[in-house]
Structures are given as structure tokens and as C-alpha cells.
């Protein structure tokens, strides 16, 4: 017999309806139920204790998910950390940035969580995350040891606000992520929010009006649960060229979740169910349908997330009528500096054209990669000079070259094809473009850098015309595995943004369902840099916990909502 294809990609099911409340043996219950136990959960979790709800969380593996693998940089703004540095910086100039950068979300909610970004600084301090006042000046993408707060975006470039650096990465070593989740993990905890590990949610439960009250949970027996971790271990950024055995672990992971004994449970929310359950990025299927470049790339591609970011929380969502938005938006880096003097360089694609300035954000510079023809081909071209003046950079002083932010472009180097021409035309050659079409570039180029302009827009500091020859090209093409991007989806369920509450594609209210990180649309779902996604699970994990824990059935709607400014696709 033909079974019908399951609508959804993830491991998720059509939702149980109840007659009435005791058709089903509960095993637990709690006011508020979080699924997923990663950044925005943890927060939710406290947020919801501190309104005095009970709170039971629970996760497909230990918790943590992207949020303890992560740099652990938070963005904020006129936080006393920014004082100590000496920055005066203020919600409102973090206002005038975030807006000129781009958001899905209304002006309202954008103030709303710039006018507590400072008080969420304080929040995450209260409950044992430590921030510094060190501030790394330089244009990088994650600062070395030692430093905590750094302009993570384009703040010193763009004439539109006061810059200031507000990333405040969590004090650490290394990416600091991994010291951001665990005080959070163990005030919750201490706090008397209950955690089920292991135990994915499979779907939702809902009563006879719709509203959900509960979910179903596949509960891993304890003695598998250590083989279990193993097998979500094997999906990790930092592995290199880890994305074609990621795949193979994550279906090694399904069949050995199917092949345990079926065992459900199904637990109790008394006023809500929070999905924080991270993103979609290991999950090709759900690529396929709205960024098939991914699909294509995904073995070359450093997916940034753990296997718990499989999409099934934004599907259970779905499941019970949940609008999505903004799926296609995608965070990809492409990091031409650090050395700084590679920005200098002009990118060019297959045409042997220029299609983005070259400083603008790495995460707009890789976008804009993935968008090129033959799959995403693209090449700085450098002369003598930049070239050699970015190589001294990386070398020296020697740790640069092994710092986990410099051996990538090291290994480019040495490793991505690396080209070298005695003129245009013969590196042109060499790249297979059009030779006319790349000199004609180069020539406007130096015309315009001659005379400190740029028809992209690039800042005057960077220009520099091009004309020691030879010339190299470094390979920034998207399919280049030794190109080191990485990627995150950014859409999601559409959410309320008062109350987080999940929304339809008409923008009602699904009652007793709340979305928060990046299983729904926040601020950061159009233009992403690093800190901001760590900032809204903390904003709208709050904001749903706040709404969940003051929920009673039967009650949909709040007077003060502001409709979504989402468009739903
Ligand atoms: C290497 C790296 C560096 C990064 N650095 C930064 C940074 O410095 N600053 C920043 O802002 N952003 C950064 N990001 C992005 C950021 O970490 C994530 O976007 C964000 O932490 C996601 O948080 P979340 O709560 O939505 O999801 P997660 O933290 O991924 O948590 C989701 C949890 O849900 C669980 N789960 C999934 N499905 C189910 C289910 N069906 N049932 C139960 N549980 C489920 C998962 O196991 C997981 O534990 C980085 C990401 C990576 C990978």
C-alpha cells in the first residue's frame, strides 16, 4: 500500500485534538512547557519563574544547542560595560543603526528591545554571565582573547548613528558560548525549572477550540541516552569540512530514534507552549524548498548549529497552522579580512564584475556570494602590493596565522586555488572570464579609487587602485570548500510581537502556543551579525515566557498588541 508522504521534513506529526482534557494519561505537567532548551529556552525558563510559573523544558538532546557552541556575543547598547570602555552609547543611536541595517520586525518592537538591551545586559549578569569592558577596535569578525566588547557590525561605517562597539562577548577563551549557556542552565535550574533531556517533541497536543495544551514527547530510555549524545556530537561547526558526515550522522541519529522502543508521554501546559527549538540549518530538505544553493553546497558549506537545529520546531508550528516568514533569509559569511588589505581587493564574479562593495558585512558579502551564477563563483583580485601587505598580516605576529580567525585564510590561501597572473588578462584567463570584461573592471576601478570614489559605494579608506602587477586572485566561491563560510537560516514561525504568541497566515493568534530564537522571525531574520541573534532569543524569550505565565485559556487577544510587521510567505 502507498503511504502518503509526510508534509513535514523534520520528525514531526499532525497535532492530537482532545475531546476534553482527560482523553489522554498526562505523565507531567507544568504552567509553561519549553521546547528546546537552548538560548531562548533558558531565558524563557527564568523569565517564566520569575513571573511565578511553573516551568518544565525539554529538549531532543542534553541542551545548550547553538547557544553553548556560539561566540557568545550579545549586542546591546548603553550598557555600563560600554561606560567602563568610555562609550556614552545609547538605545537610541542603537535604534538609528539597527534600523538603517534592516529588520522584519515594526519600529515599536525594534525600540522596545533597544530600551531594554542595557536591562538584559544586567538580567544575563544577575544570573552568573560575565561580560568585560575590553574593546578591540580593529574590523574583525570575533575578537582575540583578552577582549569583550567590539564593534560586531558595520557601526564604524555607516554615517547613520553614533558607532560604538556593542558586541559584548561573554568572558572566556575561545568562542565563548560555551561559558554564556551553562550559568544560565544552572540558575534555571536552581530556579526551579525541571529539565527533560533527550526527549524530542514529536507534536503538539491541542484541545477541541484549538488553543494547545500540551505536547507529545518520544522519551529516550536512560541507557540509550549516552549513545544518543554521541551521535548529535558528530554534527559540530568547529569540525572542519564536517558537512557531508554531519548528513550521515543525523541519519544515523533518526534511524536509531526510530528503532528504540516507542515510547510517548505526553505533558501538561497549563498556559503555554514556548517552541524555542533553534533553526533549521541541518536540515537539506527544508534548503531544498527555500534556499536550494545550501542543498547544492551544503559539504562545502560550515553549517553553524548542532543537530538539535533540525526545523522541527518551526514545523510544529506549522502543524496546528503557524505562518512562516523570511525562510530564505540566510546568514552566510564570507570574511575577506582579516588581513584587512585584502578589502582593498575588488571581488568579481563569473561575469568578472564587481556585485558588493568589498567592506561591506561578511554576512552581506557571503549573501550576496550565494546569489552569483555558476553557483555562487566569486574571486578577490589583489595586486602585488595588498597581496603581500595581507600576507605579512596574517604571519605576523606569528599567533595570527594559527588563531582560529587567521588559519581559514592561511588555508585559503595555500589551499582555496589561489591564482597569479602577470597581467588582468592572464589572470582573467586563468579564471575563465571574460578578459575585456575584468580589465574594463579593474580600469573604472583604479579611475575611481584615483580620485577617491567608488561606484559600490566603498569607503574611501579602502581604496586603493590596483596596478603592481602580478596580480592574484583568492577563491571567495561559495562551493570552495577551504573558503570556510558559515551559514545559519534566519526565518521562522511569525510571532506576535507583544506576546511572542505564534501567528496564522492571517495574523491571528494561535492560543497557547508561543514561538521564540530562531524558530520565529525576530530582529535580526533580515540582517544578522554577530550578537543580535544572541540578543533576541534572550528579548523574545522573555517576551513569551511573560505572556505564556500570564495566560488563561480561553482569553486570545491583547489589547496592546502591534500587528507583525512580517510579511508572511
Ligand atoms: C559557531 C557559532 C557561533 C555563533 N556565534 C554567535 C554569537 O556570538 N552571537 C550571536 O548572537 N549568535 C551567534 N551564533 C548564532 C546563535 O548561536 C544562534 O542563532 C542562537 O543561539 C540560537 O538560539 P536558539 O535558542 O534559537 O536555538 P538553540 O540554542 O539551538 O536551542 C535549540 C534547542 O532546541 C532543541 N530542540 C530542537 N528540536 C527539538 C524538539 N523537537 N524537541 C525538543 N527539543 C528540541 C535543540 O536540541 C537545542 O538544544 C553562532 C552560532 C554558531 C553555531
Known amino acids: 500500500m502507498n503511504k502518503t508522504p509526510s508534509a513535514f521534513t523534520a520528525n514531526v506529526e499532525l497535532p492530537l485534538v482532545l475531546e476534553n482534557d482527560d482523553s489522554v494519561k498526562w505523565h507531567d505537567e507544568a504552567d509553561v512547557i519549553i521546547v528546546g532548551f537552548g538560548g531562548a529556552g533558558v531565558a524563557a525558563a527564568l523569565q517564566a519563574r520569575e513571573a511565578g510559573a511553573s516551568v518544565l523544558a525539554v529538549d531532543r538532546f542534553s541542551g545548550g544547542g547553538a547557544t553553548a557552541m556560539s561566540g557568545g556575543v550579545v549586542y546591546a547598547g548603553g550598557t555600563r560595560y560600554q561606560h567602563e570602555a568610555g562609550f556614552l552609547d545609547t538605545a537610541e543611536e542603537m535604534f538609528k543603526y539597527l534600523v538603517s541595517e534592516g529588520t522584519p520586525v515594526n519600529d515599536k518592537t525594534l525600540r522596545d528591545f533597544c530600551d531594554t538591551s542595557s536591562e538584559s545586559i544586567e538580567w544575563l549578569t544577575k544570573y552568573g554571565v560575565k561580560f568585560g569592558s575590553t574593546v578591540y577596535s580593529e574590523r574583525i569578525a570575533y575578537p582575540p582573547d583578552g577582549y569583550f566588547l567590539y564593534y560586531t557590525g558595520m557601526e564604524k561605517f555607516r554615517n547613520t548613528a553614533k558607532p560604538a562597539p556593542r558586541g559584548h562577548r561573554t568572558v572566556g577563551k575561545g568562542p565563548t558560548g560555551r561559558f554564556y ?20 517533541v514529536r507534536r503538539l497536543v491541542v484541545d477541541a477550540q484549538g488553543c494547545v495544551v500540551g505536547v507529545d514527547i518520544q522519551a529516550i530510555p536512560p541507557e540509550k541516552q549516552a549513545e544518543h549524545a554521541a551521535i548529535c556530537s558528530k554534527v559540530n561547526p568547529y569540525k ?22 516507542p515510547r510517548r508521554l505526553f505533558l501538561r501546559a497549563h498556559r503555554g507552549v514556548i517552541l524555542a527549538a533553534g533553526s533549521y540549518n541541518y536540515n537539506l530538505q527544508l534548503f531544498g524548498r527555500y534556499r536550494p544553493i545550501v542543498l547544492k553546497a551544503f559539504r562545502e558549506l560550515v553549517r553553524g548549529g548542532t543537530m538539535g537545529c533540525d526545523g522541527s520546531g518551526i514545523e510544529l508550528g506549522t502543524t496546528v497552522g503557524g505562518g512562516l516568514s523570511h525562510m530564505d533569509r540566510l546568514f552566510i559569511t564570507k570574511p575577506l579580512s582579516p588581513p584587512n588589505s585584502f ?16 567592506d561591506a558585512y561578511l554576512g552581506n558579502v557571503g549573501c550576496a556570494v550565494s546569489e552569483q551564477s555558476r553557483e555562487g563563483f566569486a574571486w578577490v583580485v589583489l595586486d602585488r602590493t595588498t597581496f603581500w601587505k595581507g600576507v605579512r598580516e596574517l604571519a605576523w605576529p606569528l599567533k595570527n596565522m594559527f588563531s582560529w580567525y587567521g588559519l581559514p585564510a592561511v588555508l585559503n590561501i595555500l589551499l ?9 588578462r592572464e589572470l582573467a584567463t586563468k579564471l575563465e572570464i571574460d578578459p575585456d570584461v575584468l580589465e574594463a573592471t579593474v580600469r573604472d576601478y583604479n579611475a575611481n579609487a584615483g580620485r577617491g570614489t567608488d561606484a559600490l559605494g566603498k569607503l574611501k579608506m579602502h581604496l586603493a587602485p590596483m596596478s603592481k602587477p602580478p596580480f592574484y586572485a583568492l577563491n571567495m566561491s561559495l562551493r570552495n570548500k577551504w573558503g570556510f563560510s558559515g551559514t545559519m537560516p534566519y526565518g521562522g514561525l511569525t510571532a506576535d510581537e507583544t506576546t511572542g504568541n505564534v501567528t496564522r497566515a492571517d495574523g491571528s493568534i494561535i492560543e497557547g502556543l508561543y514561538a521564540a530564537g530562531r524558530t520565529a522571525v525576530g530582529i535580526c531574520s533580515e540582517s544578522n551579525f554577530s550578537g543580535l541573534s544572541i540578543a533576541d532569543t534572550v528579548y523574545s524569550g522573555r517576551r513569551a515566557a511573560r505572556a505564556a505565565a500570564a495566560h488563561s485559556r480561553g482569553v486570545i487577544g491583547d489589547s496592546t498588541r502591534t500587528p507583525s510587521k512580517a510579511i508572511v510567505s
Open 240 to 261: 572542519m569540512l564536517n558537512g557531508g558526515p554531519a548528513e550521515e550522522a543525523i541519519a544515523e541519529c533518526r534511524e536509531f530514534e526510530a528503532a528504540l522502543p
Open 181 to 200: 549557556f551553562p550559568p544560565l542552565k544552572e540558575a534555571a535550574l536552581g530556579n526551579g525549572v525541571r529539565l527533560m533531556t533527550h526527549s524530542p
Open 343 to 358: 578589502v582593498n581587493g575588488i571581488l568579481v564574479n563569473a561575469e568578472g564584475r564587481r556585485f558588493i562593495t568589498e
Open 416 to 424: 582555496g586555488g589561489t591564482k597569479r597572473g602577470k597581467s588582468i
